[in-house]
């Protein structure tokens, strides 16, 4: 990778490693230089060998001599640097193949359930055209854009492309087989094993390892299944806890899900596209698939009737500048000292840090024989989740008031504990 380019509309040399680039008289010129090769003209950043007339290796090698900037990554340092064009990674036969399997799969399987679904669909409406791998569209109208990404996309064409599918009316789901790809956590998406297409094509399980999840909710209690989400698991806090979780981590484990299930139950309307933000960061959280029982509970425990909207871009990285001298050689092919480290694992199944809802005082009634509970709609909604009921059906034990399912058919009076201390 370069440390300098040329720049032919304002005819400048631009020393990346400089904070000001080398010219402190154009204060927007790294917004400029970074914006994606599809907002700006492709041949605007110049290999400097090229520009001198001396060789440049990447065209000597068949490929552009034109450039485009990003974050490197070299042990935890984020200097700017300058790759040659073209952007796009050339899919390997292998990789194709996979890529035309899966495709076609997820086609046949919507087919199959009666649903509508063509692939390489083009559409056209405010965010300009778009072209989806499959479209998959349910009764309702509900159409989701399949893009298959077997090999690296970085995070500025996630972006922008999954902004155009929305603006054209579609949901997009992206679909990797990688834990380090851009993609995940900044669109809806999903992971898959990495296998021959032979195996896609014949029909061997594709199971979803990444990017579903279940809604789990638990009391925090001493003996819970699960540690306190507040006190670093240490102790507890008697509140109730909710949290997203992947199938087999849940309490008890939930089934697998398959491609299939999600190419039909998200068009469907079945399984939900949501974005959880971070704790901590709301411009950070998960993207996820969840059933729309699980993302109905999360709103009402949250106290809302929509989910944050997710970010469709990132704040720029830290960047390191190194105030070196302009490196004007070619290094396209080369391991140079700008080699970027590998990407970092994103998919990681970690929880999402969830949300905690403090149990609400209990007030006796005035005749002091039952206790009527004061209760708010989040906790109510969240009690209903753990205990797999519906809201309506969420009451005080009549003796000592804990929350338990006191109404509907077959349910108790008394809780468990209560019952057992009166035989």
């Known amino acids: 990778m370069a440390n300098g380019v040329w720049h032919r509309g304002y005819e400048i040399e631009i020393n990346l490693s400089l904070p000001d680039l080398g010219h402190s008289d154009r204060p927007g010129l790294r917004d400029e230089i970074m914006l994606s090769v599809a907002a700006r003209d492709p041949e605007l950043l110049e290999c400097l060998a090229h520009h001198d007339g001396r060789t440049c290796e990447s065209e000597a090698g068949g490929k552009s001599p034109w450039m485009f900037i990003r974050h490197g990554r070299v042990g935890g340092r984020r200097p700017l640097v300058a790759a040659h064009l073209p952007v796009t990674h050339k899919p390997t036969p292998a990789e194709s193949d996979q890529h035309k399997a899966t495709k076609e799969r997820i086609v046949a399987t919507a087919l199959d359930y009666g649903l509508d679904a063509t692939t390489e669909t083009s559409t056209r409406g405010p965010g300009g055209r778009s072209i989806v791998d499959a479209l998959v569209t349910g009764p309702d109208g509900t159409q989701i854009g399949w893009e298959i990404q077997y090999y690296p996309l970085g995070k500025s064409g996630v972006y922008q492309r999954s902004r155009k599918a929305r603006d054209n009316g579609l949901m997009p789901l992206w679909l990797t087989k990688s834990t380090r790809a851009d993609l995940i956590d900044r669109a809806p998406w999903a992971r898959v094993d990495d296998m021959p297409w032979r195996e896609i094509a014949d029909g061997r399980a594709m199971l979803i390892r990444g990017g579903f999840r279940y809604l789990q909710t638990w009391r925090c209690v001493p003996g819970s299944i699960r540690q306190c989400r507040d006190n670093g698991g240490a102790g507890h806090c008697d509140g109730l806890h909710a949290d997203w979780f992947l199938p087999d981590l849940c309490e008890p484990p939930k089934p697998a899900i398959h491609i299939e299930d999600l190419v039909v139950t998200s068009a469907t309307g079945e399984t939900l596209a ?67 480290d590998p990407r970092p694992v994103r998919d990681l199944g970690q929880p999402t840090g969830g949300l905690t809802l403090p149990l609400l005082p209990h007030r006796p009634t005035a005749a002091g024989s039952t206790m009527a509970l004061t209760i708010a709609d989040a906790e109510r909604a969240a009690i209903a989740a753990s205990l797999g009921c519906p809201v309506w059906e969420v009451g005080p034990c009549a003796n000592c008031g804990q929350f338990i399912r006191r109404f509907g058919r077959n349910a108790p009076m008394a809780c468990a504990a209560c019952r057992r201390e009166r035989r």
């Open 274 to 340: 949501v974005f959880v933000p971070s704790r901590h960061n709301p411009r950070s959280g998960r993207h996820m698939w969840v059933p729309v029982r699980d993302c109905a509970h999360w709103k009402e425990m949250a106290g809302t009737t929509e989910l944050p909207a997710e970010p469709t871009s990132e704040p720029d990285d830290s960047v390191t500048f190194d105030e070196q001298e302009l490196d004007r050689s070619c290094s396209a092919g080369q391991d140079t000292f700008f080699r970027s």
